[in-house]
């Protein structure tokens, strides 16, 4: 990742992300003295009312390191990032990402996967893996102490919620949990959720929602004025999965460009295996099989998009022989409910393409096997124990994800 | 506020109030050294048990110091009270509220509105104050660190939990949740409340109770070892919610004596606006204008015991105008659940007093309108990016209230 | 309780314990240098993943300490651990248990109680007695700052829940709660108990399990790579119940050889006094009177075990003359829910053998009466202030149980 790019996408993606912000890890005084130039009318992030003060030298001769830079303007900021990115290489703190200094990253709201970039995905990787490191050397650490966390739950969830407050208090925050926010907002009371929003972010730090209506988490990002992660809504996105599943390939795999990836089961309803492609197709050569039985095969907007992006894909009915040229083999619940009646329909898709001991005797070394969980039969039990099941590990990544979203997102990069 | 006045007001009122306690915030060790004086049986407060052991010092000169006080009776309290406020003040120290000595405030539950004096509520707002300045230098204070609050609710109140538990953490201080304590005492086990709250006090430091049924808060005060907080007795009383709409005045307008408040829809079952006129009877020259539709009129006690304490009053069905004569028009949601079957009447009640842009355009510049929270649309949302809306900063100013009030129970003054 | 008999019962009772441990209370670094002898292939805890790292000296001149004892085979650990307790005494520091140093207990879970014998109950009881002590101290202890708990319930029990919480939270540790884990499992997606407990294990440091079915514990402690503490399995344990019983007969009385206890109530149902039973089995010259509706007697199973561990009991009628001999009364609760249709066979055994005032007038000076709560009226409300009514004491009693279990699988003894 260069720190300019970085920017830059900031900058044209736009919408959900702020408009500027401190990308530059300075641990040196001298560079810290130069924060306030960030801070101009316009370009402040929202969640500066959290910042840390910081204190700054009052040497002149500090002052004159930067004396040539004047505050930029809208159009000139990705020009003095990257200028400014210069002085980070030059002061050799550029590459040492900072856990200490309370500049604020560029990402206010977490909401769909499509916000996210390649290289901010890099950036987010990158503090995953810092925050594996902090979670092995448990009893946790304490850079969010102080941080209230609001889990706002429209729909119940407990394995996303858990994760998240383990999360969070994994890095010393604390947290304040709804799993009955319904009744904020019940047909009795009426309250909208842009109220109950309003009243929430007196209460906490962040706001982590799960709600039952697509478009629900864009809302409430828009009302608040603190940040807000999307935890699911409805059939829309779930966005934090989506990076947890990229984050296993890469932590498993090793490399996002030139990889093959077969999606198997239920294509057609899953968001998880649609938000998936959306975000391979940010990387070079990869190549996507698709595996589904008939009635929930993947619909064409992602396969025009993966064709727009000049992703390679395929459809194929052979599990055996996909699973045999994939790096990652990604396999998914056939939805009962979405077959309402049809009993049989459902019981002869669900029995179709099963991950066994037979699919694991083909498949390579080096690949995995994901599912987002909860798994049903369509990977056996004697699958957890080989290497290659991922799919445990891939449940454990989300809390790394997880704690570099809040991370990100109060203390910024 | 003086201390002689709050001290002898904390004896005539009695029952919910302890009966003494330690007003002087002394700080100066000498002061300290005559803790002991206020610890004799029969004047020790329930809660006598958690204060902190101070240090103190064994000077014989500092003992000199206060050797003329003698332990005082019942019937000697006030008087003595106002000596060492006296020397509080002859110490320089009466004026420094002080947040780190652990001696007890006089406050041992907080079960109804009606238990506050004017003293006591400035006493809480002046600590209330003091809570909004530590909140907005987050990440936290932790003044209540090691404290267990026990949130005990019979029914759903999100609003009411999320605000109560916010406070508590805000302060350090930690939380045990229940949102369905009725399996406490369900049907098919039946434990009373009394053995419920005789359990839950051997597990927490203090207890929010909401419950279904009026009075449940005393009975559970009255048996707890522990300070209870009333957060909604059924019918009966919300008293946090009251102390928030007095401050809220306050905060907003400046001053309590004076006003002219305008109470504004379903008054005839809203719990929160009887509390708030019974709680502005305590100050000077209050004028209170009723606005209802016919249906759910102020009922004749609140007027009566407004007029025996000689505060101005009057009804009127003219919005438009009162609004133009008021600091606060306090509006209220129309209860649906009120009007049983007659749905006409309901919707006939509900569309009569709206707050708009029209309201808005006579209310006077420095007035404010407040609303408890949830809102449908008696007032509507074009209102909500004037200034003068204040609901929001209301329901802020609950998290205050409720941290200054967990402050005072589990600390003191 | 010496080392050496704690060691060798938790090695010939086996199944549910650790094969090994570091029993020595080492302050001593000299002493601790030699952790590392615990910690080879075959003998490592499972919870050794959590050890921490404990800092050892190089010191020649220590490693010649231990340098002749060797890594230890299976076979030789009781005797190695009789050694090392040698060491320990002679080292001067056996007898006082630290609670400072990470080395572990034996205990990996906590799942019936029968796998507790009366060296491993001793030790749990003396760690308890410490427990109480920090209680005492409240603002809390911060022992398990930075551990997680998640209580996993898929059946509510907010007694149970919060007692368990308040011992982690007055640790310094933290709680992931979860009520309604039956979502995790739900009839719809159908995930096993076994990837639930893989999923929760990445989020926490120790499970506290409750569920509905028998053996559900042990399932999830078989599976799971952190400890487990089974809450309640349905019809089948309640270990910690069982626990605290026996504690606060130690307590109330002094000690468990010699003493006389009637069980009263709901023998047949009660999976209380069931494990009471068993429990007390354990001990020296132990007198049980059963006395119960002829509905609800006690079971052969438990009468035959009694008796081949030479155990006195005897059936009565008559509660006033088992009351006047026994040290200890537990009375418990008519099951409504066991009788079905049959109202009138629930009333008449619910009314039969009332604690009452009269029963307390011929109850010995020094015996207690017990309940394991909730309580209906089998106890009447005036005996609650006999200062031998310990029930209360008794639930207190379950908070150090728990705090000390959760001490015991995190740190270690």
Redesign the interface.
Known sequence: MTLSSLSSSAMSNGMLVSKTGSFCPIKDPRALHQESMFSYPGLLSKHSV?SKSLSVSANPANQQLFSTIKPPSMEQTPKLLSMIERRCYSLGTAKQPSFSVGVKFQLDDVIEAQQFDRDILNAIFEVAREMERIEKN???SQI?????M?TLFYE????T???F??AM??LGG?V??????R???SA????TLE??I???E????IIVMRHFESGAARRAASTASIPVINAGDGPGQHPTQALLDVYTIEREIGKLDGITVGLVGDLANGRTVRSLAYLLAKYQDVKIYFVAPDVVKMKDDIKDYLTSKGVAWEESSDLMEVASKCDVVYQT?IQ??RFSERVDLYEEARGKYIVDASVMKVLQKHAVIMHP????DEITVDVDGDPRAAY?RQ??NG?YIRMALLKLLLLGW
Chains 1, 2, 3 share one sequence.
Do not use: H, M
């Open positions: 959290l448990s009893p946790g969010l102490k102080g941080y209230l609001a119940p969830s407990t394995r919620r858990l994760s407050e383990s208090k994994r604390e304040l949990t709804t799993e009955n926010a009744e904020f907002s009795a009371k009426g309250e109220d109950t309003r009243t929430v007196g209460y906490a730090d619940r009962r409910e969980l909860p798994r049903l445990f449940a454990k809390l």
